[in-house]
């Protein structure tokens, strides 16, 4: 299967920005990083959201790699952000990076957030990375302080996304959906499955955008010219999500 090209990303005559937006478990880089960069860099994204990156042992220099084997640098997040990494292509000029931890709940893993303001030609733009919760209401809780998040970093456009651990019809995905635009449900394109890789039964993987930003494209890039099955299947135990945007510029 060949998909329909996907935009490439441009900077549009009134300054607004076509942006391509990769989210992406890579499993604390466990598995075969050398696929994991051929995939990221075939998708050419602006942004890529990482889940679970490298939180011990000489973290930032795992991230460094990463970042430097996909054509990327590092951006924000990793074990300041408890799994949560954000890596942005030379396009994108920094304004303002935060990491966020959320609170422990006794027993469970440690959650965060890595968001980030940038500008990318004429867009200023919101980013944020999450992970969420296995554990249902904790999840629900999670979801409603990324809205929060999104909300508090002054920007009138914004993309979150990430492994949700959940799925479409969970309380936690819709709640997320009902206040941003699911961006696979807006625009479909490619595959819709994201876990596990080898046989995908569950949409919990997803990138999400305020409203004003418009949905060229959404899905996994299973088809995707330099993305081979081979790779998707080695890289980690979540396939990724790519997203094509038009980010209008700021007024």
């Known amino acids: 299967m060949v998909l329909t090209p996907l935009p490439d990303s441009r900077t549009e005559p009134d300054g607004s920005a076509v942006i391509r937006v990769l989210s992406y478990n890579v499993r604390s880089l466990h598995d075969d990083t050398a696929a994991l960069a051929r995939v990221i860099r075939a998708c050419a994204p602006d942004l890529v959201l ?24 590092v951006l924000s997040g990793g074990a300041t952000a408890a799994g949560p990494l954000l890596l942005c292509s030379l396009r994108a000029r920094v304004e ?7 609170p422990l709940t006794p027993g469970l893993h440690r959650r965060g957030f890595a968001t980030a303001v940038v500008r990318i030609a004429g867009a200023r733009l919101g ?7 296995l554990q249902r209401d904790e999840r629900l809780a999670q979801a409603d302080r ?43 394109w490619g595959g819709e499955l994201t876990f ?27 088809g995707l010219p330099g993305v081979s099955d081979t790779d998707l299947r080695a890289a980690t135990d979540h ?8 980010v209008p510029a700021t007024r």
């Open 146 to 188: 990324l809205l929060e998040q999104l909300a508090s970093m002054g920007v009138e456009h914004a993309v979150a996304g990430g492994d949700l651990n959940d799925v479409p019809t969970g309380k936690a995905f819709r709640h997320l959906a009902g206040e941003l635009q699911d961006c696979r449900a807006v625009a479909p």
């Open 50 to 73: 990482v889940q679970e990156a490298p939180r011990f042992f000489r973290w930032r220099k795992a991230a460094a790699r990463l970042a430097r084997s996909s054509d990327l640098v």
């Open 127 to 133: 980013v944020l990375s999450c992970h969420l919760s």
């Open 96 to 102: 303002r990076t935060e990491d966020v931890l959320l």
């Open 196 to 222: 596990p890789p080898d046989e995908p039964r569950k949409r919990i993987d997803a990138v999400f955008a305020t409203p004003g930003i418009e949905v060229l494209g959404c899905g996994v890039p299973a």
């Open 239 to 246: 396939l990724p999500v790519l997203a094509a945007l038009r």
